[in-house]
């Protein structure tokens, strides 16, 4: 999984400016300075596209998922990440438009990659949403591999060589797919004695070929029929008799997407503008803006150490007793409160540092960035997944990023206004985003509030069931 954040780029791709003499394979000189607002506005576009297609293309991708499962998609998902790397690896000065569709397909190749991984929580009944989250944590931090080609690419190495060792490395993804994945999906709850994958002893290889394909028939039937079985308490009857459409127009569905659409859309707008924003705060040294750019994509290795958090939090009341009547997903959802809550605060305070135009502060904007980007995408996954019926998730997961991608399209009349009338100074659109974010609160107190209406509902139906 590659996730882009091109502002870190900006320096490398300065090659594909048109310049004379310019060798696409050897870094650029120091010496030379050009004016780099040309290229700060083709590669801010870039972005937008290929963060639009990042969630707008996870709809149909969530359908392919649910429908053809976790093989069909991830061979897909290898096919656009390894186009997109050759493309990079191949791109000039000359045919630099090369770039569009590359980013495209390396963000698309990423969050199928993303949506087939998150089901392997599954397998962990009482960390379930901490796996999740670890794995949105690492397709957070996966930008950092981008860190390390700026750095190789300042020491000599070429952007061409970097790209095709990229593209080189699909090899072990296919690995992973065809060894380590199912053929389908892993469901929720598992069944007894569920297993796939290859036996590492080797000496059962037809046996375990058949139990796998009893598993798979078995995991079909969970897919058409999930928690056909109820439990004394009727745990999971609210999630079992949800339709994709009802799930789709209920107001979980309508707060969560807010939720998410306003603060990714700070998250885009933040990385979009971050090189213009450190050159207007560093008064044009580029010396400055190369440190500050380094550390702001070290921070981004860091979000798999927090995105893990957000998952304990949401895990935290698993292995507990539940109150008498309350069914396992009111237990999630009473958790998921808190994170919700903790994940807008972030934002908030994210935003208020990145409105304040003081450039030492940005290093504590940079690492409140990260923290809130993974439990924004971490608590997104974890939320659909104990809110919703799992038989939807991919559906549901793919449909909530196409929406809010929709959203995150404003980023770009943003970029021009900066641009343009705001003279390179984005403190009056971080004000107004400032106060966009608190808009988040409203999805958390739903949640409370519906959670408290299910608690009132309780002792009355526990004193008619008596009587």
């Not at 080797?202 to 109820?230: C, L, W, Y």
């Not at 939720?259 to 090189?275: A, C, D, E, K, P």
């Amino acid at each position: 999984m590659v996730n882009v954040p091109l502002g870190v780029f900006r320096k490398p791709f300065s090659i594909f400016d048109r310049r004379n003499g310019a060798d696409d394979s050897a870094p650029a000189q120091d010496t030379f300075m050009t004016d780099c607002s040309r290229q700060d506005e083709q590669l801010s576009l870039i972005f937008t596209i290929a963060s639009f297609m990042n969630n707008f293309l996870t709809l149909p991708n969530g359908f392919l998922f649910d429908h053809f499962g976790t093989t069909v998609a991830r061979l897909l998902g290898i096919s656009v990440y390894t186009a997109g790397m050759l493309l990079i690896a191949f791109s000039s000065p000359v045919n630099s438009v090369l770039l569009f569709p590359a980013l495209s397909f390396i963000a698309v190749g990423g969050i199928l990659f993303l949506v087939t991984n998150i089901q392997v929580g599954n397998l962990f009944g009482t960390h379930r949403s901490t796996i999740i989250t670890l794995y949105n944590g690492a397709f957070d931090s996966s930008s950092a591999v981008f860190l390390i080609i700026k750095l190789l690419y300042e020491y000599g190495v070429s952007l061409r060589g970097s790209f095709l060792f990229l593209a080189c490395c699909s090899v072990i993804h296919l690995f992973r797919t065809f060894v380590l994945m199912p053929r389908t999906h892993i469901p929720y709850p598992l069944p007894e004695n569920y297993t796939y994958g290859m036996n590492c002893g080797g000496t059962r290889d037809h046996a375990v070929a058949n139990v796998e394909e009893k598993n798979i028939q078995t995991s079909q039937s969970e897919e058409e029929m999930p928690f056909k079985e109820t439990s004394p308490q009727g745990q999971n009857t609210d999630k079992i008799e949800r339709s994709f459409k009802s799930c789709l127009l209920s107001w979980f569905f309508l707060w969560h997407l807010l939720w998410l659409s306003v603060m990714q859309l700070r998250h885009y707008l933040f990385i979009g503008t971050l090189n213009p924003m450190l050159n207007h705060l560093a008064a044009g040294d580029p010396g400055l803006v190369s440190r500050y750019t380094n550390a702001f994509a070290f921070t981004q290795l860091c979000g798999i150490l927090c995105a893990p958090w957000n998952g304990l939090i949401m895990d935290r009341h698993k292995g507990k007793q539940r109150e008498p009547g309350q069914s396992e997903q009111e237990t999630d959802l009473k958790a998921a409160i808190v994170s919700l809550s903790l994940t807008a605060l972030q934002c908030v305070l994210f935003s208020v540092c990145a409105a304040i135009p003081l450039l030492p502060l940005q290093y504590l904007t940079f690492i409140l960035q990260v923290l809130n980007r993974s439990f924004l995408y971490g608590g997104n996954a974890a939320f659909i997944s104990v809110a919703f019926p799992s038989v939807h998730f991919g559906k549901l997961f793919g449909m909530v990023m196409a929406l809010s991608a929709v959203v995150s399209l404003l980023q770009y009349p943003c970029f021009t206004l900066i641009k343009g009338p705001l003279g390179g100074d984005p403190f009056y659109v971080n004000i107004g985003l400032t106060v966009l974010s608190l808009l988040a609160f409203i999805n958390p107190l739903y949640v409370y509030l519906h959670c408290r209406r299910q608690a009132g509902h309780r002792p009355s139906s526990n004193k008619s069931a008596s009587s």
